[in-house]
Every structure is written in structure tokens, then in C-alpha cells.
T-cell receptor, first 114, second 114 residues
């Protein structure tokens, strides 16, 4: 299965600033996704990162707040914009091949907004 | 809409005990089911992937079963060790529409006492 490198692993940011998280996959994958995990909660899907086109966002998430890029089949970024303390979470990227393949996850980015 | 339930939320057992973690899902139209392990503040590690046509998968001391018609899966851990302490997440990948994405349970936090 694919191996995902995600960085940074953690960051402490000032409110009102933005942070960009990067994910690099060691092989070409069909689908890439971004998740958020708030403290003590399970994973919530933010969006599907589409190669060469705009990401598909889930209900409650908007492009202005969470812009996503996916310039090729192995790389994606998620930006958390104009951060507030409520954005403090673990952000995870994930990748999958065809539908009968499993998902692989990055090691996560632990974000604290102060 | 697919819903995944994992009960109990937390479990504490003595070292050496065999244990079963349960997962149930409401929509049996799934491609596959995946069990993950998450250590505190970290990403997800895939443990076992079961395709919809399979009944079980085994890896070392872990065995996962799937009964698609009844919407149930179990993760069996043999001879538990303190290093097994983590949160175990069950996730299903549906066939169509909104359910084609990965839907997670809230996880079971396992503590294995030495």
C-alpha cells in the first residue's frame, strides 16, 4: 500500500494566521482526502482533493477557509486560513486507489491555535 | 446515510486476555471494511482490510470478521499486550453516492494493564 509523508507534524499558530499542510504519496493514487479530528472525536471528512480541479467539500466546510490544492497524483496541500482556537485539531490526509483498495493515512498534523 | 457504531467507547483489560472489539453499520451495501489503530495524537495505521466478499482476515494476533448481511464486524485480539493500548477505529466504504466515502465509528479506546 502507499506510504504518505505529511508535514508539519505539529505547529502552534497565532489566531488570524494561516497554515499549509503538505502530503506527499510515494506512488500515484486515484483519490486523496483531508480529514479533521477534533479533540476526543472521530474523523470528519473535510474534502476530496481532485487532481487538476477544485476540491469537493463536505457540508460545513468551505474553500475560503480550507483551500486545497492537488497539482498531480502524488501531492496535495490543505491550508487552514484565518485560524481561530476552534481550528485546533489533528488534520490528516489520506489516499486510496480503486474502490476495493483500503485507505492509507498520513501521520497527522497536530495544530494548536493560540 | 451510513452510520457506524462502536461500543463500548473504552475498554480496560489485563495483559494476556483475548478480547473482541465490535463494530456495527447500518447500510450493508459496502465495498469493504477497514480496522485502524490510532495512538494518541498520531495518524491512523491500517490493521486489516476486509472486502465485502470476504468473511475474515488475519494478521498476526489480529483477526477481523465481517458479516455484511447483519452489518457487523469484530476485531479479535489474541493474548493482549500493553503495547496494544490504543484507539481502534472501524470504517466502512460504501458503494454509492455519499456512502461511497469512508465512514468511521467513534472508536474504542483500549487499555491493556500489565
Amino acid at each position: 500500500s502507499a506510504v504518505i509523508s505529511q508535514k508539519p507534524s505539529r505547529d502552534i499558530c497565532q489566531r488570524g494566521t494561516s497554515l499549509t499542510i503538505q502530503c506527499q504519496v510515494d506512488s500515484q493514487v486515484t483519490m486523496m482526502f483531508w480529514y479533521r479530528q477534533q479533540p476526543g472525536q472521530s474523523l470528519t471528512l473535510i474534502a476530496t482533493a481532485n487532481q487538476g480541479s477544485e476540491a469537493t467539500y463536505e457540508s460545513g466546510f468551505v474553500i475560503d477557509k480550507f483551500p486545497i490544492s492537488r497539482p498531480n497524483l502524488t501531492f496535495s496541500t490543505l491550508t487552514v486560513s484565518n485560524m481561530s482556537p476552534e481550528d485546533s485539531s489533528i488534520y490528516l490526509c489520506s489516499a486510496s486507489g480503486k474502490f476495493n483498495y483500503g485507505y492509507t493515512f498520513g501521520s497527522g498534523t497536530r495544530l494548536t491555535v493560540v | 446515510k451510513q452510520e457506524v457504531t462502536q461500543i463500548p467507547a473504552a475498554l480496560s483489560v489485563p495483559e494476556g486476555e483475548n478480547l473482541v472489539l465490535n463494530c456495527s453499520f447500518t447500510d450493508s451495501a459496502i465495498y469493504n471494511l477497514q480496522w485502524f489503530r490510532q495512538d494518541p495524537g498520531k495518524g491512523l495505521t491500517s490493521l486489516l482490510l476486509i472486502q465485502s466478499s470476504q468473511r475474515e482476515q488475519t494478521s498476526g494476533r489480529l483477526n477481523a470478521s465481517l458479516d455484511k448481511s447483519s452489518g457487523r464486524s469484530t476485531l479479535y485480539i489474541a493474548a493482549s499486550q500493553p503495547g496494544d493500548s490504543a484507539t481502534y477505529l472501524c470504517a466502512v466504504r460504501g458503494v454509492t453516492g455519499a456512502n461511497s466515502k469512508l465512514t468511521f465509528g467513534k472508536g474504542i479506546t483500549l487499555s491493556v494493564r500489565p
